[in-house]
Antibody, heavy 119, light 107 residues
Framework: ELQLVESGGGVARPGGSLRLSCAAS????????MSWVRQAPGKGLEWVSV????????DYADSVKGRFTISRDNAKNSLYLQMNSLRAEDMALYYC????????????WGQGTLVTVSS | DIQMTQSPSSLSASVGDRVTITCRAS??????LAWFQQKPGKAPKSLIY???NLQSGVPSKFSGSGSGTDFTLTISSLQPEDFATYYC?????????FGGGTKVEIK
């Protein structure tokens, strides 16, 4: 069964850090690019970051560039998002999502982990 | 960045109705357009990719069409389980961008 399970969310203070993880199972993780997408409470979807299959290519939304770092460990079937210098506007539910092999659309999503930024 | 504009932002419809949602890109996206369904408290679910291709397991009452900058999602006969928020998204170029969403409610 295809699964993406996010973890690592919680409460952080403005300026603080969190590291999100996404554990993949049920598919060959090292074949697929992966993205993080977030959703602020009651709002729409916002793409955050992408990493290619081997971790050599990454990209970020301007809103997080220089503060967030995406990485992966294919041996552990895991995706990560290191979030530094957190701001109130980073508060959201963070989803990891798989890029469809070959067509690159986001074909499968995890259930999300909630990040709260509050003093 | 490519802006994605969805309309309407919400609609009320009855069971059995045919529903159409539109999505316009600020520039051509080579049909790299996906549609997602999101129910309250749940993750988005992919319905359609490449503008008109149904994801595996998605019922055929959902269909997508369009090209260039203008796209539509149609639900042929609305059922109770279809009441949700629908998003379009372009993956022609980074940053990936989503439409603002269309909330489909029960009339």
């Amino acid at each position: 069964e295809l699964q993406l399970v996010e973890s690592g969310g919680g409460v952080a203070r403005p300026g603080g850090s969190l590291r999100l993880s996404c554990a993949a199972s049920g598919f060959s993780f090292d074949y697929y690019g992966m993205s993080w997408v977030r959703q602020a409470p009651g709002k729409g979807l916002e793409w955050v970051s992408v990493i290619n299959w081997d971790g050599n290519i990454t990209d970020y939304a301007d809103s997080v560039k220089g503060r967030f770092t995406i990485s992966r460990d294919n041996a552990k079937n895991s995706l990560y998002l290191q979030m530094n210098s957190l701001r109130a506007e980073d508060m959201a539910l963070y989803y990891c999502a798989r890029h469809n092999w070959g067509s690159e659309d986001l074909d499968f999503w995890g259930q999300g982990t909630l990040v709260t930024v509050s003093s | 960045d490519i802006q994605m504009t969805q309309s309407p932002s919400s609609l009320s419809a009855s069971v059995g109705d045919r529903v159409t949602i539109t999505c316009r890109a600020s520039q051509g996206i080579n049909n790299y357009l996906a549609w997602f369904q999101q129910k309250p408290g749940k993750a988005p679910k992919s319905l359609i990719y490449a503008a008109s291709n149904l994801q595996s397991g998605v019922p055929s009452k959902f269909s997508g069409s369009g090209s260039g900058t203008d796209f539509t999602l149609t639900i042929s006969s609305l059922q109770p389980e279809d009441f949700a928020t629908y998003y379009c998204q372009q993956y022609n170029s980074y940053p990936l961008t989503f439409g603002g969403g269309t909330k489909v409610e029960i009339k």
